[in-house]
């Protein structure tokens, strides 16, 4: 079973949206390991029916090195991103992560991606489940 880890931070929306249309799609043919910045995130996470979840940076940094996919915001490999919730640790953990990494272009952080359309989350969504995950 493809075991994937949707990261996010401040109130989860994020997350909460990618593993609610996984979960319609997919059921309970992958594992989904919700893991917040913070309490809240990983709460609204689990809510959306990840299979499991925790907090915090050690939750982050360890559970990183376990699963074959990571998915959430592009802020999750820069530090202090997030309004600050990413710490180096965090950032450092999930770029040196054998898993592959598929990252949403979405920033609140003073930064552009060129060559980027701006299309709305659920559309982005869409795109990442139907192109990027494959069972």
């Keep these: 079973m493809k075991k994937i880890c949707v990261i996010d931070g ?3 929306g994020i997350g909460s ?11 309970e043919s992958i594992e989904i390991i919700a893991l917040g910045t913070n309490a809240i995130a990983t709460a609204q996470m689990i809510k959306a029916r990840a299979n499991r979840g925790a907090s ?16 959430g ?18 950032a450092e953990a999930v ?5 592959r990494k598929i990252l949403l272009p979405l ?5 552009e991606i ?17 192109q990027n995950i494959g069972l």
């Design 17 to 27: 949206a990618i593993i609610k249309k996984m979960k319609y799609t997919f059921g």
């Design 73 to 90: 915001p592009i802020g999750i490999i820069m530090a202090h991103a997030m309004l600050g919730e990413v710490t180096p640790a965090m």
């Design 114 to 130: 060129a060559g980027v359309e701006n299309i709305p989350l659920p559309r982005l969504i869409d795109e990442l489940i139907e």
């Design 107 to 111: 920033s609140q952080e003073n930064i």
């Design 10 to 12: 401040q109130g989860g």
């Design 95 to 99: 770029s040196r992560s054998p898993a």
């Design 56 to 71: 915090g940076e050690n939750s982050i940094v360890q559970t990183v090195q376990l699963v074959d996919v990571i998915i």
